[in-house]
Every structure is written in structure tokens, then in C-alpha cells.
């Protein structure tokens, strides 16, 4: 199974419709409003590459409110105990 996270700016208008909208394309395992530069976190889950271009060009492009997008490949999960330990430092201080 290989995995993506597109980050999207949406229409600022359309935010939680487009959402919505992204969470429904197959291929999409999971959507997240955010923070920051982007408006939304789509994770992908998918078997091949051409089920890549699938999602994101019969997919996403399709949807009028998304402004821009990036793709990003994960080439590696990590443990979840390492995750854990990543976001407690610093933790101990306060």
C-alpha cells in the first residue's frame, strides 16, 4: 500500500464543502482542516501509481472549490512509540 498527504488551499468560502467533497473520492482515507498556508490534509491510501493520477487529476482537479494542491509521497512510517516520543520533548520542562 503505498500513502500521500495532498496539502490543499481551498476557496476560502468553500473550506468544509470541499471537504466533504475530498472525503468522498476514492482513494481518500482520511481529510483534515489545518492551520497554517494550507487549508486542508488529504491522506491517500492506494496500490499503484496510476490509481495516484486517478485520485488527484479525475479527483481533485475536478473540484472548483480547491485553489492548489502538493503531493507529498511518505516513503516511511515510523513506529508509533517514536512518534510519541518525538512530540514529549521539551515536555519534561514544564
Known amino acids: 500500500m503505498i500513502t500521500a498527504f495532498v496539502l490543499i488551499q481551498t476557496k476560502r ?9 475530498v472525503a468522498e473520492i476514492p ?7 489545518v492551520t497554517g498556508e494550507w487549508d486542508l490534509v488529504a ?4 496500490q499503484d501509481f496510476e490509481q495516484l493520477d486517478d485520485i488527484v487529476t479525475l479527483g ?9 494542491t502538493q503531493t507529498l ?3 516511511r512510517a515510523y513506529p508509533k512509540k517514536l512518534l510519541e ?8 520542562l514544564e
Open 13 to 21: 468560502e468553500s473550506t468544509a464543502e470541499t471537504a466533504e467533497a
Open 27 to 33: 482513494g481518500v482515507a482520511e481529510v483534515y482542516s
Open 43 to 46: 491522506k491517500l491510501s492506494f
Open 60 to 68: 481533485l482537479r475536478k473540484l472548483s472549490g480547491i485553489e492548489r
Open 73 to 75: 509521497l511518505a516513503f
Open 85 to 92: 516520543q518525538g512530540f514529549n520533548i521539551g515536555s519534561e
